[in-house]
T-cell receptor, first 113, second 111 residues
Framework: DQQVKQNSPSLSVQEGRISILNCDYT??????FLWYKKYPAEGPTFLIS?????DKNEDGRFTVFLNKSAKHLSLHIVPSQPGDSAVYFC????????????FGGGTRLMVKP | EADIYQTPRYLVIGTGKKITLECSQT?????MYWYQQDPGMELHLIHY???????EKGDLSSESTVSRIRTEHFPLTLESARPSHTSQYLC??????????FGSGTRLTVV
């Protein structure tokens, strides 16, 4: 039973355009959400997070939107750059589970020059 | 600058060998984790620890074992490596709600 799902295994975007990566979750207890970026042969690095008390968090070119009623969050990257090409993992946690992260399956983003 | 270190970065070993993958962190985090990831696949939790002398198995069954004798050190051991153990192994640590810090990973190939 996958509690965090990223239904698009890959996404291709032109440089300069917006990239939108989606993530759905089923556990209503989740109260904190994160996005990680991973290059091949490296560990994931933290990108941006959002608490369930907010519906938007912005950091430079990256914005995360949270729709609690739909149990859906999305990561927007604008403008997209070739260096953004990587695998992006969505993750969720809740305080009652010791804040252990549950990861989605990842989406491979390819930004074409 | 990395505060969590994994060694080796790459390892190729023969079937049946015993290996230990090292993971150390300098942040004083109580919680540490081992994940396994195959290319293009999701992260699978194989072991975790919430403190010294505390270890638990994760969601994915693994033939590996871990130990946590010191806060900063969380090594993973395979007693007898097999080709099915070929994968990338990622170590992470955390505190409270601020997510995980991952190491650079060990890419293991068993031939």
């Amino acid at each position: 039973d996958q509690q965090v799902k990223q239904n698009s295994p890959s996404l291709s975007v032109q440089e300069g355009r917006i990239s939108i990566l989606n993530c759905d979750y089923t556990n209503s207890m989740f109260d904190y959400f994160l996005w990680y970026k991973k290059y091949p042969a490296e560990g994931p690095t933290f990108l941006i997070s959002i608490s369930s008390i907010k519906d938007k968090n912005e950091d430079g070119r990256f914005t995360v939107f949270l729709n609690k009623s739909a149990k859906h969050l999305s990561l927007h990257i604008v403008p997209s750059q070739p260096g953004d090409s990587a695998v992006y993992f969505c993750a969720a946690s809740h305080n009652n589970a010791g804040n252990m992260l549950t990861f989605g399956g990842g989406t491979r983003l390819m930004v074409k020059p | 600058e990395a505060d969590i270190y994994q060694t080796p970065r790459y390892l190729v070993i023969g079937t049946g060998k015993k290996i230990t993958l090292e993971c150390s962190q300098t942040m004083g985090h109580d919680k540490m984790y081992w994940y396994q990831q195959d290319p293009g696949m999701e992260l699978h939790l194989i072991h975790y620890s919430y403190g010294v002398n505390s270890t638990e198995k994760g969601d994915l069954s693994s033939e590996s074992t871990v130990s946590r004798i010191r806060t900063e050190h969380f090594p993973l051991t395979l007693e007898s490596a097999r080709p099915s153990h070929t994968s990338q192994y990622l170590c992470a640590s955390s505190e409270s709600t601020f997510g995980y810090t991952f190491g650079s990973g060990t890419r293991l190939t068993v031939v």
